[in-house]
C-alpha cells in the first residue's frame, strides 16, 4: 500500500524551495475536521523562507498538487492546503493489505536485532497482591506486546521483591507464633500477619530487632534453615501471584528478583569505591549526588547489608551483560521517581555508556472509591478478588441478557469480558494520570469500555458468520471499491490506515493508552459503519465489498485487543 505521508512529501518538495522533505513530511497533518480534508499542509513556515504570504504559498501548492492521482481534490484554504485523497483506491489499498495481513496487522520489524527487556508487576513477597498491582503487571505486559509487535526481541523479566531484612523479621515471627498449615492455606495474608505481629511485639521488646538482624545476616551468609524457610515463603507467594497472572493470562521469561543479586554485589560496591564514588558516612557507605540536585544514595547500611539500590545497579549490568538490551524498561509507579533518578545517575557517574539506554517507565496511582488504600489498617483490595468480582458481575449481566446461553460458553465469555473490563479501564487511561476506580464504570457495555470493543468485535465476527464462509473467502479475494466510498467506510479505512503508525508511537511513548484510544475510535467508527451501511445486500458485487470492510475492522480491533492483554471472543 502507498504511504501517503511519504507520496505527498514527495510531491510537495519539488514544489516548495528552501525547505528538506523531511521537515515537509513532519508538517503533514490529518485535520481533526474531515472537511477539511484527510491531509492538510499549513505554509505559514515558509512564508519567511519564500517571502510570500502564506495564502499564497498554499495557492501555488495547491495548483501544484492538483494533477497527482492520489488526489480526488485538492484546495487551498488560507494558509493550508487540504488534501482529498481518491477513496476508491485507497480503501482498496488498506482493506486489502488488513485482510492479507491478518493476525500480523500492524506489526513490523523495526527492532530486529534488537533485544528489549521489560520488567513489570515485581510485587513484594508476602505482602498483598493488590488491586494497585493491576497497574504496573498489565501496562507493562501490554508495552511487552508493543515491543514484540514492533519486530523487538522481548525479554519479560518480574523483578520480584524477595530480599531484604524485613525476611529476618518473618523468619523470627514464624518461629515464635507461626503454623505451618496457616501459610500453606492463606500464605499471604499469614504472613503478613506474622510481620504484623512482629512490629506490634518489637515496641516493647525491642530485642527482636536486634534477632531479626541476627537472623537475616544469616540468610545472607546462606545458611540451611533459614534459606529454607525464606524459599519456602518465596515459594508459596509466588503460587499466590500465579494464580494472578494465568487469570490475565501473563508470563514472564525470568523471576530474577532482589534475591537474585545477593551474592553479586560486592563487585559494585568495590566498583563504587574504586571508582571514587562512595564515601563512608558513619559506618555505612553513600554515593553523593549533591551536583543533580538529589540526595544520597545508601549503598551499604553500617552493618554491611545492602539496598534496594544497591541490588538494583547489580541489576542493571547483569541485565546488561546477559542479554545486551538496546533499552531496559522499567514499569514502576511514579512514587519510584527519586529512586530510579539516583540509581540512573550512579550507573552514568560509573561510566555505563548505556545507562541512558534504562528507561523508568512510571505510572499514576490507582485509589478506591471509598478512599485510600492501607495495608496496615486493612483496607486492602486483592488483586484476585477485583478479577474474580469482574467475572461474577460479568456472569450476572450475561445472564440477564442472554438466559438461554449455554453455560460453558457463558463461563468463556465471562472470563474473557470480566477480566478484559479490568484490564481494558486500566489501560484506557493515561498512564501516568492517578485514577479511581469504579466497578460503574469498568462494566458500562456502553461507554468506552472494554466490554464495548469486545462487544463490537463480536457483532464484527456474528455479520461474517451471516454472511457465510463462502462470501467472507470471496472478500479476501478482491472486490470493488467503489461501494466503500461513503462517509464512514472512508473514516473507518483511515482508522484501520493509522493503525501501525499508532502502534509505534504507542512504543515510542511507552503509553498503551495511545492503542487503546484508537481501538475505541475504530470500534466507534465500525458501528456508525454498520449503523450507515445495510451490509448483507442482495448484490453480490455490493456486499463483497461492504463484507471485507467488516473483516478487515474486526482484524484490526482483534489484533488491538491482543495488544492491550485482551482476548476478543466471537460471540459475547
Ligand atoms: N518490588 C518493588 C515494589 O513493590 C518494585 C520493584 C521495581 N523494580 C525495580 N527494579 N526496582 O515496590
Redesign the pocket.
Known amino acids: 500500500m502507498i504511504n501517503y505521508r511519504e507520496k505527498i512529501a514527495d510531491l510537495i518538495a519539488p514544489l516548495v524551495e528552501g525547505l528538506e522533505r523531511e521537515e515537509i513530511l513532519n508538517m503533514i497533518e490529518t485535520p481533526a475536521d474531515s472537511k477539511m480534508g484527510d491531509f492538510a499542509f499549513p505554509c505559514f513556515k515558509l512564508a519567511k523562507v519564500l517571502r510570500k504570504a502564506p495564502p499564497l504559498i498554499a495557492k501555488g501548492i495547491a495548483e501544484g498538487l492538483s494533477g497527482a492521482d492520489i488526489f480526488a481534490k485538492v484546495e487551498q484554504v488560507n494558509a493550508y492546503v487540504n488534501m482529498f485523497i481518491a477513496r476508491e483506491d485507497f480503501v482498496k489499498g488498506v482493506v486489502e493489505e488488513v485482510n492479507a495481513a491478518d493476525a500480523d496487522y500492524g506489526k513490523c520489524e523495526d527492532g530486529e536485532g534488537k533485544t528489549v527487556i521489560v520488567?513489570y508487576s515485581?510485587?513484594?513477597i508476602a505482602?498483598p497482591f493488590h488491586i494497585g498491582?493491576i497497574r504496573?503487571t498489565v501496562i507493562g505486559a501490554s508495552i511487552a506486546k508493543i515491543y514484540d509487535a514492533l519486530g523487538y526481541d522481548v525479554v519479560r523479566i518480574n523483578?520480584?521483591?524477595d530480599y531484604g531484612t524485613q525476611f529476618g523479621k518473618m523468619i523470627v515471627a514464624y518461629r515464635r507464633w507461626g503454623n505451618k498449615q496457616d501459610v500453606i492455606d492463606e500464605p499471604i495474608k499469614t504472613l503478613l500477619s506474622y510481620y504484623t505481629k512482629f512490629h506490634e511485639e518489637a515496641e516493647n521488646h525491642p530485642e527482636l530487632e536486634d534477632e531479626a538482624r541476627a537472623t537475616f545476616t544469616k540468610l545472607e551468609n546462606g545458611e540451611k534453615e533459614e534459606t529454607e524457610l525464606w524459599q519456602w515463603f518465596r515459594d508459596e507467594s509466588l503460587k499466590e501471584f500465579n494464580r494472578v497472572y494465568d487469570m490475565l493470562d501473563i508470563k514472564f521469561d525470568s523471576y530474577a528478583?532482589?534475591s537474585f543479586y545477593s551474592d553479586k554485589m560486592p563487585r559494585f560496591v568495590k566498583e563504587l569505591a574504586d571508582k571514587g564514588l562512595m564515601e563512608e558516612d558513619e559506618g555505612a557507605n553513600i554515593v553523593r549526588l549533591d551536583d543533580y540536585n538529589l540526595p544520597p544514595a545508601l549503598i551499604t547500611k553500617s552493618d554491611g547489608s545492602t539496598l534496594?539500590i544497591t541490588r538494583?545497579i547489580a541489576?542493571a549490568v547483569y541485565r546488561k551483560e546477559t542479554y545486551d538490551f538496546y533499552k531496559n524498561i522499567?514499569v514502576?509507579?511514579s512514587q519510584?521517581n527519586l529512586?530510579?533518578q539516583q540509581w540512573i545517575q550512579i550507573l552514568e557517574l560509573m561510566g555505563y555508556e548505556w545507562a541512558r539506554d534504562c528507561v523508568h517507565v512510571p505510572f499514576g496511582l490507582v485509589s478506591l472509591e471509598s478512599g485510600t488504600m492501607s495495608t496496615r489498617e486493612g483496607r486492602v483490595v486483592f488483586l484476585e478478588d477485583v478479577l474474580k468480582g469482574a467475572v461474577e458481575k460479568t456472569r450476572e449481566i450475561i445472564k440477564e441478557k442472554n438466559p438461554d446461553a449455554d453455560p460453558e460458553t457463558a463461563e468463556e465469555i465471562s472470563r474473557a469480558v470480566g477480566i478484559g473490563a479490568v484490564v481494558f479501564n486500566e489501560l484506557s487511561n493515561y498512564r501516568i494520570k492517578d485514577y479511581v476506580f469504579s466497578w460503574d464504570h469498568v462494566l458500562n457495555f456502553e461507554g468506552e469500555t472494554g466490554p464495548y470493543v469486545q462487544y463490537t468485535h463480536a457483532r464484527a465476527c456474528s455479520i461474517l458468520r451471516n454472511a457465510g464462509e463462502d462470501a467472507v473467502a470471496a472478500a479476501k479475494e478482491g472486490f470493488d471499491p467503489s461501494y466503500i466510498t461513503g462517509d464512514s467506510a472512508h473514516r473507518l479505512a483511515m482508522l484501520l490506515y493509522e493503525l501501525p503508525d499508532v502502534i509505534r508511537e504507542a512504543g515510542e511513548k511507552y503509553e498503551p493508552s495511545i492503542v487503546s484510544r484508537h481501538i475505541i475510535d475504530i470500534a466507534q467508527a465500525f458501528n456508525k459503519f454498520y449503523h450507515d451501511e445495510h451490509i448483507l445486500v442482495d448484490n453480490e458485487e455490493e456486499k463483497k465489498a461492504k463484507v471485507a470492510m467488516v473483516l478487515a475492522a474486526r482484524n484490526a480491533i482483534r489484533n488491538g485487543l491482543d495488544l492491550l492483554c485482551m482476548k476478543a471472543p466471537e460471540k459475547m
Open positions: 520488567e515485581s510485587p513484594n505482602k498491582h504496573s523483578h520480584l521483591g528478583g532482589e534496594y538494583d541489576a522499567y514502576v509507579a519510584q529512586h530510579f
